[in-house]
């Protein structure tokens, strides 16, 4: 089951095994293989069939482990060779999933995994194979670049990073392309959508298919993670919105092949970057006519209402949730009330509106990487 926490603003998922509660444990398979996110060589964490996950970590000096993956986590138990070993509970939910160790009440990631920036610091990362991974699977198709670019920025008096999502024609002629800016989460950074979610993957899949026309991604950080969890009333969106708006885009009109106009730019965000979105385009239907949400709230008639020009310059609002969210109806509070039925609302306004519900997932990477699936294949 799924335990949802209600922030100012944020909505937090985290995973708690069906397992704990039952006195009948399901029998776990002995299929465990490296999950994919391992470090090269390292055989532990391990992922079966089923979903579940087995850790392994050499600590003989230690007197407690415990994977923090979820609530109630999994308590290792020490070995003869000092090997702390155990089995999560119940399975997890497929995709991609942050944990961490604490051992002996420090906070530590494992050596096996890889890390991955989430929850404002490095996390280890584990991947449960999904049904439809395919769709952002590595394949032997044209591939484009994840290019890491510095640009000025006078408002913050120093040089900011982005990553730059360029297709696999890009440096093959001379063709000017339209512009995605997607934001990740609170906590998270400018590596996440590149790292956590494969956008680019995603997006040389979506190609190869021939199920979209290539366009730019540009991934920056939005400066969400300057202020705590649950501090969200305190957050201005102006800072952001400058580096955006007056430095960034500017930037890459300059030095990227990009359709420079309007009609042709994009923004999404997953979470609180899906907040940054709602707020920065609502201000400038001047810069961007492509909207999505997700797992960021929803758009409401109040909100077109009182924005003028959304009707005529706004092509697309997309919104999106994991279908674990959307049982959490305390949460509707916090959308605005029923995503789906606002959603309704614009479309029967005349409103290019879509909603898209990613089924058996929460507020987490798999529900994103299908959004943006989604999303991709209604732009431009």
């Known amino acids: 089951m799924k335990c949802y926490i209600m922030g100012l603003g944020l909505l937090l998922t985290l995973w708690i095994a069906p397992g704990l509660a039952q006195t009948d444990q ?44 979820g609530l109630g986590g999994t ?27 604490t051992v002996d009440g420090g906070v530590f990631n494992d050596p096996g995994t890889l890390n991955f920036y989430g929850s404002v610091r490095w996390e280890s990362g584990i991947e449960i194979p999904a049904h439809d991974q395919d769709f952002y699977a590595l394949k032997d198709v044209p591939h484009g670049q994840v290019r890491q670019i510095l640009f000025p920025s006078q ?9 730059v999502y360029t297709p696999p024609d890009y440096d093959k002629g001379k063709k000017h392309y339209p512009v995605l800016y997607l934001q990740h989460g609170w906590g998270e950074d400018e590596t ?14 979506l ?23 649950g501090g969200l009333r305190n957050f201005d969106i102006k800072p952001f919105q400058t580096v955006l708006v007056d430095e960034l885009i500017p930037y890459i009109d300059a030095n990227f092949r990009t359709l420079a106009d309007q009609s042709h730019r994009a923004m999404a965000g997953l979470s609180m970057g899906g907040m940054e979105t709602k707020m920065i385009t609502m201000a400038n239907l001047d ?17 077109v209402n009182k924005t003028p020009g959304f009707k005529e ?10 279908s674990r969210e959307l049982e959490n109806r305390g949460a509707r509070g916090f959308w605005g009330g029923d995503p789906k039925v606002n959603a309704d609302a614009l479309r029967q306004a005349g409103i ?22 989604e999303f991709a294949q209604l732009l431009f």
Request: without cysteine.
């Open 207 to 229: 190609i190869a298919d021939g199920k979209i026309k290539p366009f730019l991604i540009v991934m920056t950080y939005g400066m969400t993670n300057e202020i705590k969890f």
């Open 192 to 205: 996440a959508w590149s790292n956590q979610g494969h956008a680019n993957l995603i997006m040389d899949n």
């Open 75 to 101: 308590i290792l138990t020490k070995t003869e060779d000092g090997a702390w070993v155990g089995t999560t509970a119940g399975p997890l939910d497929e995709g991609f999933h942050y944990y961490h160790l």
């Open 287 to 303: 810069k961007f006519s492509h909207i999505g949400l997700f797992s960021g709230g929803a758009f409401s008639m109040d909100d």
């Open 155 to 163: 408002s913050t008096n120093t040089s900011r990073r982005a990553f």
């Open 352 to 373: 290019n509106s879509v909603f898209f519900v990613s089924q058996n997932t929460a507020h987490e990477f798999l529900s994103w990487r299908r959004s943006l699936r």
């Open 313 to 322: 310059k706004v092509k697309l609002v997309f919104v999106s949730f994991g």
């Open 26 to 69: 399901p029998t776990i398979k002995d299929d465990f293989k490296p999950s994919t996110l391992n470090q090269p060589g390292q055989e532990y964490p391990q992922v079966n069939s089923q979903g579940y996950a087995r850790f392994r970590i050499m600590a003989p000096q230690a007197d407690s482990v415990k994977v923090n993956l």
